[in-house]
């Protein structure tokens, strides 16, 4: 251990210079304690400028989402009203396409309406000319008939003849005697209408009626009681032409 002599010491610094010494530093550390305050100040002020962007970021991100998620929500809404404009659009366009098919059917319908009529008008003409046709020969046949039943014995070959030319008349033999018309049906001038009856033991029989005609059974009874054959026969040709003119004017009707 090394003896140090007091002696050897430098003399203490006189009183003033302490104090100045302190003075000094307490100055240097007021001013480093007022830079260290001022730096905490700026540091709180860019803290508090960070929150406030910070705070001003989130809104604006908060903002950003509720926008993406109404534009998401207007999109939704914007396809469906396309949607429905298209099926609009398709149904529009279907109901005008329904509206000219039914236009063209009605056209098309007004159309044949008008033909038929005029067939119907033609036809009505054809059939009124064809009865007085008809009306003047069988006003000839009766009026040979009664010259016939004058002279006291009918021709019965010339009355068939006459009815054969002018009524469409014919006789056929089998199981009983087939009287057969046509010239009856405007329409179908060649369809036949036929009826048979048989004599057994001075009595008429009625065997087929095609197509049946009302009063057959009557006009039987006054055959069997006037024994009039050719009365009934021509009877009977006027119930078959009665029988297609009452179903012609239901025609008409329906056209109507």
Same mark, same amino acid.
């Given at each position: &251990?090394? &003896?140090? @002599?007091?002696?050897?010491? =430098?003399?203490?610094?006189?009183? &003033?210079?302490?104090?100045?010494?302190? *003075?000094?530093?307490?100055?240097?550390?007021?001013?480093?304690? !007022?830079?260290?305050?001022? #730096?905490? !100040?700026?540091?709180?002020?860019?803290?508090?400028?960070?929150?406030?962007?910070?705070?001003?970021? /989130?809104?604006?991100?908060?903002?950003?989402?509720?926008?993406?998620?109404?534009?998401?929500?207007?999109?939704?809404?914007?396809?469906?009203?396309?949607? @429905?404009?298209?099926?609009?659009?398709?149904?529009?366009?279907?109901? /005008?396409? *329904?509206?000219?098919?039914?236009?063209?059917?009605?056209?098309? *319908?007004?159309?044949?309406?008008?033909?038929?009529?005029?067939?119907?008008?033609?036809?009505?003409?054809? #059939?009124?000319?064809?009865?007085?046709?008809?009306?003047?020969?069988?006003?000839?046949?009766?009026?040979?008939?009664?010259?016939?039943? !004058?002279? %006291?014995?009918?021709?019965?070959?010339?009355?068939? &003849?006459?009815?054969?030319?002018?009524? %469409?008349?014919?006789?056929? %033999?089998?199981?009983?005697?087939?009287?057969?018309?046509?010239?009856?049906?405007?329409?179908?001038?060649?369809?036949?209408?036929?009826?048979?009856?048989?004599?057994?033991?001075?009595?008429?029989?009625?065997?087929?009626?095609? =197509?049946?005609?009302? %009063?057959?059974?009557?006009?039987?009874?006054?055959?069997?009681?006037?024994?009039?054959?050719?009365?009934?026969?021509?009877?009977?040709?006027?119930?078959?032409?009665? !029988?297609?003119?009452?179903?012609?004017?239901?025609?008409?009707?329906?056209?109507?």
């Amino acid at each position: &251990m090394v &003896m140090v @002599d007091d002696t050897d010491l =430098p003399p203490p610094p006189p009183l &003033m210079v302490m104090v100045d010494d302190a *003075t000094d530093l307490r100055r240097n550390m007021a001013e480093q304690r !007022a830079q260290i305050q001022r #730096r905490f !100040a700026a540091v709180r002020d860019r803290a508090s400028a960070f929150n406030a962007a910070l705070l001003s970021a /989130r809104s604006i991100a908060d903002q950003t989402v509720s926008r993406r998620a109404r534009l998401h929500e207007l999109k939704l809404q914007l396809r469906k009203h396309e949607a @429905d404009l298209a099926q609009a659009l398709t149904f529009q366009a279907s109901k /005008r396409s *329904t509206y000219k098919l039914i236009s063209e059917s009605i056209s098309n *319908t007004t159309a044949t309406n008008e033909q038929l009529r005029s067939l119907v008008v033609e036809h009505k003409a054809k #059939r009124d000319d064809y009865t007085n046709i008809i009306s003047n020969q069988l006003k000839a046949i009766e009026s040979l008939e009664a010259d016939n039943a !004058a002279r %006291g014995d009918k021709n019965l070959d010339e009355v068939i &003849m006459w009815y054969n030319k002018f009524l %469409g008349f014919r006789v056929v %033999g089998g199981e009983g005697v087939k009287f057969v018309f046509n010239k009856i049906d405007l329409q179908s001038p060649d369809k036949e209408y036929f009826f048979s009856i048989k004599l057994t033991k001075e009595k008429y029989t009625l065997l087929q009626c095609v =197509p049946l005609v009302e %009063g057959s059974k009557e006009l039987l009874n006054d055959l069997n009681c006037d024994n009039d054959l050719f009365k009934f026969v021509r009877i009977m040709r006027e119930r078959f032409q009665a !029988a297609t003119n009452s179903w012609g004017s239901s025609f008409r009707l329906f056209l109507l």
